[in-house]
C-alpha cells in the first residue's frame, strides 16, 4: 500500500510507457492519493478526459486535508532548508507522514522530509 503523487498518476493518464506498471506494483486493496492530487488531476484534465479520468481515480480512496495534515505541512516546510516547496507537495508528504505510508514519485527532489519513504518508480528512474 502507498500513496501516488500527481506526476505518477498523470503519467498513467497520458499513456506513458511504464507508468501502468509502475502503480499495478505498488497498489494494494487501498490505493490513496492525497485531496491536493484528486485536485491537481482534476484542474488539468480536459473535458473530453472527463470520464476516463474520472474511471481511473474512483480506484482510490482519498485522504482528506484536516488540520493535523496542514500543521505537518508546515513542519515539512519549516524543516526543509534549502528547498523551496510548495504548499501542495507539503500537504502531499504530510498526508504520507500521517499515514505512515510511502509515496510514490517521480519528484523526489520534492519531497525531502526524512520522515518519508519516498519510492521513485523505476520508468522514472532511468
Excluded: Q
Amino acid at each position: 500500500m502507498a500513496i501516488f503523487d500527481t506526476d505518477v498518476l498523470i503519467d498513467v493518464l497520458r499513456g506513458t510507457a511504464g507508468a501502468k506498471e509502475a502503480v499495478l506494483k505498488h497498489a494494494g486493496p487501498n490505493n490513496l492519493i492525497s485531496a491536493i492530487t484528486y485536485g491537481e488531476i482534476l484542474f488539468v484534465m480536459r473535458a473530453c478526459e472527463d470520464e476516463a479520468t474520472m474511471e481511473f481515480l474512483s480506484v482510490f480512496k482519498i485522504i482528506e486535508v484536516n488540520a493535523g495534515i496542514v500543521e505537518t505541512a508546515l513542519d515539512v516546510k519549516r524543516k526543509a532548508k534549502g528547498h523551496k516547496l510548495e504548499l501542495y507537495d507539503c500537504i502531499i508528504a504530510a498526508t504520507a507522514i500521517m499515514t505512515g505510508m510511502p509515496l510514490i514519485t517521480g519528484n523526489k527532489k520534492h519531497y525531502p522530509d526524512k520522515r518519508l519513504k519516498v519510492i521513485t518508480p523505476e520508468y522514472r528512474a532511468m
